[in-house]
């Protein structure tokens, strides 16, 4: 009986630490599968472009193919709805950016993506830029603002989205300045370029990706950037802050997950998406589009996501960006 008992306990442990051994390979063999993308803004956009060009080299640095799969609606709380109530396993993924920060602090949605996500990594940036007309009196951000606190709501600006990161920072900006301009907001980036093109409006706020190729052309002169550095295609466009303007915030594109998944699924991911973005392959093809190559690990991108979260939230409050935004949705 002791010998039976002995050989059942070894049969046993035998199991046991089989079963383990099945679980670590499975946890080692991550990914098996592809892994689903999702982004919360239409095909064709930067931040769509920004996920396909992650997209092809996801089966040389991840061993699968990623899955991009494009669910727009209601400025991106449509696509980061369902990427907060997927499974935490590493295989439904989303493209983050400062909009998933916004959207909770403007009360559109009860859901707080800053919490109930977790970033991956960040991969490209693109500041804000404030422009004038290449013929414009103003050559500076101090020739601005003076002109506007001596002649309150002479200025017209405009930026495009209601809610959107260039609002955010014209409303710091004003803020900061202490000045009076009339803002005249528009629908799109496309629409608000044009009417500043067209002289309707002497001052624009934004993507910087939107206005180079007119600073090229000789049409535009922009007067600072809202990055807190210069950048290296621009050397003699200082940022705000060299201008004594405490507003700082960029576009920025990266991945993120649910808040929770497993920490060695995590770890593979962000080793996986750090590669990629090491790739000259990926530089190459978001430097077409105008973007900056910036990577940030989890703990970086982290860091960053509470530090803007608190600016945006300082910044909405005091600019009434907030409350406009309520009076936005009460129209609907």
Same mark, same amino acid.
């Given at each position: 009986?002791?010998?039976?008992?002995?050989?059942?306990?070894?049969?046993?442990?035998?199991?046991?630490?089989?079963?383990?051994?099945?679980?670590?390979?499975?946890?080692?063999?991550?990914?098996?599968?592809?892994?689903?993308?999702i982004?919360?803004?239409?095909?064709?956009?930067a931040?769509?472009?920004?996920?396909?060009?992650?997209?092809?080299?996801?089966?040389k640095?991840?061993?699968?193919?990623?899955v991009?799969?494009?669910?727009?609606?209601?400025?991106?709380?449509?696509?980061?709805?369902?990427?907060?109530?997927?499974?935490?396993?590493?295989?439904? /993924?989303?493209?983050?950016?400062?909009?998933?920060?916004?959207?909770?602090?403007?009360?559109?949605?009860?859901?707080?993506?800053?919490?109930?996500?977790?970033p991956?990594?960040?991969?490209?940036?693109?500041? $804000?830029?404030?422009?004038?007309?290449?013929d414009s009196?103003?050559?500076?951000?101090?020739?601005?603002?003076?002109y506007?606190?001596?002649?309150?709501?002479?200025?017209?600006?405009?930026?495009?989205?209601?809610?959107?990161?260039?609002?955010? /920072?014209?409303?710091?900006?004003? @803020?900061?300045?202490?000045? @009076?301009?009339?803002?005249?907001?528009?629908?799109?980036?496309?629409?608000?370029?044009?009417?500043?093109?067209?002289?309707?409006?002497?001052?624009?706020?934004?993507?910087?990706?939107?206005?180079?190729?007119? $600073? @090229? *052309?000789?049409?535009?002169?922009?007067?600072?950037?809202?990055?807190?550095?210069?950048?290296? *295609?621009?050397?003699?466009?200082p940022?705000?802050?060299e201008?004594?303007?405490?507003?700082?915030?960029?576009?920025?594109?990266?991945?993120?997950a649910?808040?929770?998944?497993?920490?060695?699924? @995590?770890?593979?991911?962000?080793?996986?998406?750090?590669?990629?973005?090491? *790739?000259?392959?990926?530089?190459?093809?978001?430097?077409?589009?105008?973007?900056?190559?910036?990577?940030?690990?989890?703990?970086?991108?982290?860091?960053?996501?509470?530090?803007?979260?608190?600016?945006?939230?300082?910044?909405?409050?005091?600019?009434?960006?907030?409350?406009?935004?309520?009076?936005?949705?009460?129209?609907?």
């Amino acid at each position: 009986m002791k010998g039976r008992k002995f050989v059942h306990l070894l049969l046993g442990t035998a199991l046991l630490f089989g079963m383990i051994g099945t679980g670590w390979a499975k946890q080692a063999q991550f990914p098996t599968k592809p892994i689903q993308v999702i982004v919360p803004m239409a095909p064709g956009g930067a931040s769509d472009l920004t996920a396909r060009a992650m997209e092809k080299l996801a089966k040389k640095y991840l061993g699968q193919p990623l899955v991009i799969v494009n669910k727009t609606g209601a400025s991106g709380v449509i696509g980061y709805n369902e990427l907060v109530n997927s499974r935490k396993d590493g295989y439904t /993924l989303g493209l983050s950016a400062p909009n998933m920060l916004l959207q909770p602090l403007y009360g559109i949605t009860p859901n707080d993506y800053g919490k109930m996500t977790e970033p991956i990594c960040q991969a490209v940036f693109n500041p $804000v830029a404030v422009s004038v007309l290449a013929d414009s009196p103003f050559k500076s951000i101090d020739d601005l603002v003076k002109y506007a606190q001596a002649n309150p709501g002479k200025i017209k600006y405009a930026y495009s989205n209601v809610g959107s990161l260039p609002h955010v /920072l014209s409303g710091m900006f004003v @803020k900061e300045t202490n000045v @009076k301009m009339e803002p005249v907001p528009f629908a799109t980036g496309s629409e608000s370029t044009i009417a500043f093109l067209g002289g309707n409006v002497q001052l624009l706020f934004s993507s910087l990706v939107e206005v180079k190729s007119h $600073v @090229k *052309d000789g049409k535009v002169r922009i007067l600072a950037v809202s990055s807190a550095n210069r950048m290296p *295609d621009l050397p003699n466009v200082p940022t705000l802050k060299e201008c004594k303007v405490d507003a700082e915030a960029s576009a920025w594109f990266g991945i993120c997950a649910p808040a929770g998944i497993p920490a060695d699924v @995590k770890a593979k991911l962000a080793d996986g998406f750090k590669k990629i973005i090491a *790739d000259p392959e990926f530089k190459k093809t978001v430097e077409n589009l105008g973007f900056y190559v910036e990577y940030l690990g989890p703990e970086a991108s982290a860091k960053k996501w509470k530090n803007e979260i608190s600016a945006f939230t300082k910044a909405i409050k005091e600019s009434g960006i907030g409350d406009e935004m309520k009076r936005q949705a009460g129209k609907k």
